[in-house]
């Protein structure tokens, strides 16, 4: 936990884990937050405390993991209400701000949080655009083997794409509503700072469009997994149907000769055409003259390409 010393006004952000009852039981007693509305209710103003929860993606031990943090914005500090796993991201901010010289507002503190929430969900959308380039090179393989005679692809390669494309999609999912939520505080917060702090004001619109941003490339990143989605579903789609084809190609080869061998297989007590001297290889080559027919016709409309 970090705590800021009130005699030192750079340190203004009280970070408190959500398990920590008696920390908890303080907070209420001292400065009348009300826990039951921080944790069960969405953004709302309670006199001069302002209660701002916020879902957010950020990188942890190497992986991506979602955070749910409820900030209370009071007139002297911040109160950020943390899961027991905090985020590490929130260590470089702290470690940011206690570099910085000059003395921070609470607003503007708080505008330094936002802004490194927003940076950390750009971050992941450049990782996320990394790991759509392999995808992109994997479904660029499969399209090319419909055409290609080497190599040809199953079902399998085509299902592990789209499990990685899930996994992205749900991420960006995160990073969507993350961004929502950043920009439903950043105006809210912007919308209560007097005029004449002209400056705080300009700090927020700044965040405001930088977090705009940041939801227009979530929105392109996002069209580029449906695309790609699309794409793999479309060749799975193309090979069902070459399958299909062969077979059905097949069917229509020996359907001829099915018919003919039907007829001969019947047991009638006269069959003239069995007392013909050459009645076997006519009835040969017209079973291979009948199987080539169909054969010349699908060649001849294109449909074996």
């Keep these: 936990m970090y705590k800021y010393d009130k005699n030192d006004q750079k340190f203004n952000w009280l970070r408190v884990k959500i398990s920590e ?55 002297d500090c911040i109160i950020s209400l943390e899961p027991d796993q905090a985020p590490q991201l929130f260590d470089h901010i702290v470690s940011k701000l206690s570099q910085n010289q000059e003395v921070k507002s609470v607003l503007e503190t708080f505008a330094t949080i936002l802004q490194s929430i927003n940076d950390s969900s750009d971050q992941l959308l450049d990782s996320i655009n990394d790991d759509l380039g392999k995808v992109l090179v994997s479904t660029s393989s499969v399209l090319n083997s419909l055409e290609s005679k080497d190599r040809d692809f199953g079902a399998s390669d085509v299902v592990t794409t789209q499990a990685d494309l899930a ?17 439903l505080v950043a105006r809210h ?25 940041v939801e227009e490339h979530v929105s392109f990143v996002h069209n580029r997994v449906r695309l790609l989605h699309s794409s793999n579903n479309m060749a799975l789609n193309v090979k069902q149907n070459q399958i299909v084809k062969v077979f059905s190609v097949i069917t229509a080869v020996f359907l001829p000769a099915m018919l003919i061998s039907t007829y001969y297989s019947m047991n009638f007590e006269v069959m003239p ?25 699908v060649k001849q409309r294109g449909w074996l390409r």
Aim: include cysteine; hydrophobic fraction near 45%; aromatic fraction near 8%.
């Design 21 to 75: 009852s008696h920390m908890l039981k303080s907070l209420k007693k001292n400065l009348g937050v009300d826990i039951e509305k921080a944790i069960h209710h969405n953004l709302n103003q309670d006199g001069e405390l302002s209660y701002y929860p916020i879902k957010f993606l950020s990188q942890q031990h190497s992986k991506h993991q979602a955070f749910r943090v409820i900030f209370v914005v009071a007139k």
């Design 167 to 183: 996994i992205i999609e749900e991420l960006l999912s995160d990073c969507i509503e993350s961004q929502l939520q950043l920009t």
């Design 189 to 213: 917060v912007q919308a209560r700072i007097p005029k004449d702090q002209s400056d705080l004001n300009r700090i927020y619109l700044t965040l405001i469009e930088d977090i705009e941003a």
């Design 273 to 297: 055409a069995l007392e013909l001297q050459y009645a076997e290889p006519i009835t040969i080559i017209l079973t291979i003259s009948l199987a080539f027919l169909p054969l010349l016709y």
